[in-house]
């Protein structure tokens, strides 16, 4: 699931966390905000795509799909896309945008996913994982329905900008919860994450049976420069967003198939 604006922004503290991240309850205006805005389209969005590289062919999970931005851009790519996703809202409008040429389930997941072992190539989480106490039952169904020799393809909130705009500054090495709001359509939407340091980041991926292949820290495309000259400014030089590479190993007969 994409984010909206990055968090310095649209940070404040959230009078009721009950509600928190139900997008169903804005998912037209969140899908309208972050389909050309300058955190999504030009920084999240290419970044993932670049990390992926060449998916023609491959079969690919859109874990957290959303209204399908990225769905779309890998299917393009010659990719063979699933989708998947929490809100019913979110998925109405992945539907609409993709047609019948993508498959998409509402699945949360928390839950066990509804696919074979095996069944993926890829599997890519943009701004999801975050949403999650415990990533170990979700990264060990996502290492299930990856074929061996498959990737994981993550990007979260960086460690540093929740630590860093909270006060009083929690214990960065403690994994805790934090909510805000987004302004969404000049609407205040309640959100809650979890906030993670980087090391438990990679001991879950680890644990869960994935190797870690990349850490990328992107910059934006530099379209954006001219685009959103204020907040390319600030996002080509404070840290946001953290992506991932990770790989299930071979088989130990080194077959990928």
Known sequence: MERVTDVPEGFAQSADPVRANDYDSFAE???AETEDNLVNAYYARPAMLTLAGDVA???????????????????????????????AGMLALAKRRLGDGVALHQVDLSDRLPFADGAFDDVV???????????GPTLAEIRRVLRPGGRLIASV???FVAYTIEDPRPDYFATTSYTFDWIVNGRSVP???WRRPLHAMIDAFTTAGFRLAF???????PAARELFPDGFHDLSTKPNFLFFVVEVPPSAAGSED
């Open 125 to 135: 989480a943009s701004l999801v994982l975050h949403y999650l106490e415990d990533w």
């Open 29 to 31: 205006e969140y899908s």
């Open 191 to 193: 959100m809650k994450f």
């Open 215 to 221: 850490i990328s820290e992107p910059q934006p495309e």
């Open 57 to 87: 062919g491959r079969r690919i999970l859109d874990a957290g799909c959303g209204s399908g931005p990225l769905s779309a851009a890998l299917r393009d790519r010659g990719a063979a896309v699933t989708g998947i996703d929490a809100s």
């Open 157 to 159: 909130d960086h460690p």
